[in-house]
Each structure stands twice: as C-alpha cells, then as structure tokens.
C-alpha cells in the first residue's frame, strides 16, 4: 500500500526501523522527490540515484549528545567579519528533550586577540507531532523560540529550524538555523533578518569536530 504526504511532493515507497551504530533510532518513510512514481518493495540502493530523502518519525538524541568544537566565520551586512572558536555542548535529559551549551570567542578582521562573545543556553524537545522545538536564552538578553524538522540524505541527518518567537531584541525580525550531521562532523549555518537588512541573509558558518572521551 502506498502512502501520501498531502504537504509535499514525495511519495512514500516503504517504511522500515533502523537504528545506527551512534544511537540513532529513527523509523524511516523511504520516498523519492519530485513526484516520482513510487514503487513496492523498491530497496535503497534503487532509490540512491533519484537522491533519497526521508523523514523520520521519531529521533533520539544519543546522536548529538558530548562536546563539539570547531572554527567558523561570521558576516553580516551591518558588522565587521570575524573568525571564531565555538564549543557546544549537547546532555541528554531524557529521551525528548536535550540541553545544549554553546559559548564562542570571536576575532574581527584586522585584529590579533580572540574575544569572548556569544554565549547562549537552551533546549532541544520532540513535539508531539515529532517536529523539533529549539527555545534558548543568550547572554545579551535575547531569547528564542524555532521550530525544526528532521530530514536525512543519504548518510547525513539535517535538522532546520526557524523562528517561531523572537524576545527582548528589537533588531531582530527572523532567524534560521540549519544542522548537517554526518559521523563525528557537525555542519552548521545561521542566518537571520533584522531591521535593517530586511531579508535573510547567512551570518554564520562553522564545522565542529566531535571531542572524543577517553573512554570512547
């Protein structure tokens, strides 16, 4: 039997649970882009070449769960360029909901010093609907509320979230971030609208590296 998703032009060719080596247990809807004709039984390898998308209908978080640093870049219309060091911290509270730490320290274009700069703190919970929910305070008083789905590609997950909510920062109109992760490598991109640049526009781009314990 074939199933429908009335929100989007895929087509569901077959289910199946699966549950990684990292702690990812996801029961994924195999489908194929574009309208394409969905076939019974189809196995995975016949549905690479049409670039497989799926959507998982329950995460856990064992995946994201440790401490992640990398070196990124910053830009926006309105402030100088600068590189930056960031560690995120991801602690599972339970199986719905994940608390994470992000602090980085950035250095602007023509400088020589790193600086302490963004520091935020928050929550990751799966919604009823098994969408995502990412609310956060950060340390200039800002606080957000977006909401996220999940999506995998091939052997990558990706997480995209937008704002539901923007409080205490009269600049901000909207913001967007987006999550790639593949093995021990984390992508990640944020962009935002303010008031004076009125559309979406990138300010930030990093890759983190997973920090291995000494147990692991």
Not at 17 to 40: H, M, R, Y
Not at 110 to 133: K, R
Not at 168 to 175: C, E, G, Q, T
Not at 177 to 195: A, I, K, N, S, V
Request: with cysteine.
């Amino acid at each position: 039997m074939e199933m429908h998703w009335s929100c989007k032009n895929w087509v569901v060719t077959e289910q199946i649970w699966l549950k990684s080596k990292e702690g990812l247990a996801i029961n994924f809807d195999f489908c194929v882009q574009n309208n394409a004709t969905a076939i019974p039984g189809l196995g995975l390898k016949s549905l690479i070449p049409h670039r497989l998308f799926t959507k998982p209908s329950s995460i856990k978080f064992d995946l994201l769960e440790g401490t992640w640093k990398g070196e990124g870049r910053g830009q926006f219309p309105t402030v100088t360029s600068f590189d930056y060091h960031e560690t995120l911290v991801f602690t599972r509270r339970d199986e719905k909901i994940l608390a994470y730490e992000q602090r980085t320290q950035k250095l602007y274009d023509g400088q020589t010093e790193y600086l302490q700069s963004h520091w935020e703190s928050g929550f990751i919970s799966i919604l009823e609907n098994n969408d995502l929910q990412l609310v956060n305070i950060q340390i200039g008083g800002r606080s957000e509320i977006l909401v996220g789905t999940i999506e995998s590609i091939d052997a990558m997950f990706r997480i995209h979230f937008v704002s539901k909510t923007l409080s205490n920062d009269p600049r901000m109109i909207s913001s967007a971030r987006t999550f790639e992760l593949e093995g021990d490598t984390l992508r990640y991109e944020m962009e935002m609208q303010t008031t004076k640049v009125n559309h979406p526009t990138p300010h930030l781009k990093i890759i983190l590296e997973r920090i291995k314990s000494e147990q692991d």
